[in-house]
């Protein structure tokens, strides 16, 4: 065998392994949809936010490097601040005016910082890359919390990335000083 043809083997090898940490990392990002709309997030919400979250898990899973290493960190950290929300729904509060701003909004707030506080714990803890971790782990966590907060609309999805990326980064910043 030549030493091209090993190569190209090797090659296709490795390709077909990236495919498939993608592709399960795909089917977490898309079943975490599935569940929120089985919770009765609204379809057509979740359908855009999972159009965003599903190729952004897929394309870093493939990549690999530190942001592949934080995809599934972000979408268990999301997953779990995107319940925040859908709990105070259960709990049977009103979602129209005031009353959903007096709750549902500060639901996501606290889901993002939760998530963020989690992500930035593990990436201050990578031998390398802590940033492109950090930074596509909080990514990916806000997509993956937003398919709570479909309720609060934009202002639940703002305030969902700002709890992460505002409680994330100081948790990092004083983890990374200590090394």
């Known amino acids: 065998m030549e030493r091209t043809e090993l190569y190209a083997r090797a ?3 490795y390709e077909a392994g990236r495919a498939k940490l993608a592709l399960q ?11 929120a709309i089985a919770l009765g997030r609204p379809w057509p919400q979740i359908a855009l936010l ?14 690999g490097r530190a942001s592949g290493r934080a995809v599934w960190p972000g979408l268990v950290a999301g997953g779990i601040a995107m319940l925040l929300p859908i ?7 009103a979602w129209l005016g005031p009353a959903c701003m007096r709750f549902c909004l500060p639901a996501c707030v606290m889901g993002g910082a939760v998530a963020g506080v989690a992500i930035a714990t593990v990436a201050s803890r990578q031998d390398d890359g802590e940033g492109e971790f950090l930074l596509g782990g909080i990514a990916i966590a806000a997509l993956a919390a ?28 004083v983890a990374h000083a200590r090394r």
């Open 11 to 13: 090659r296709s090898a």
């Open 87 to 93: 709990g105070v729904a259960f709990a049977g509060h």
């Open 146 to 173: 937003s398919l709570g907060c479909t309720l609060a609309g934009g202002a639940g999805l703002f305030g969902m990335a700002m709890g992460a990326l505002v409680t994330g980064a100081p948790v990092w910043v």
């Open 50 to 63: 999972g159009a965003l979250l599903v190729p952004v898990c897929g394309v870093l899973a493939f990549r």
């Open 25 to 35: 990392a795909v089917i977490g990002a898309a079943s975490l949809g599935v569940v």
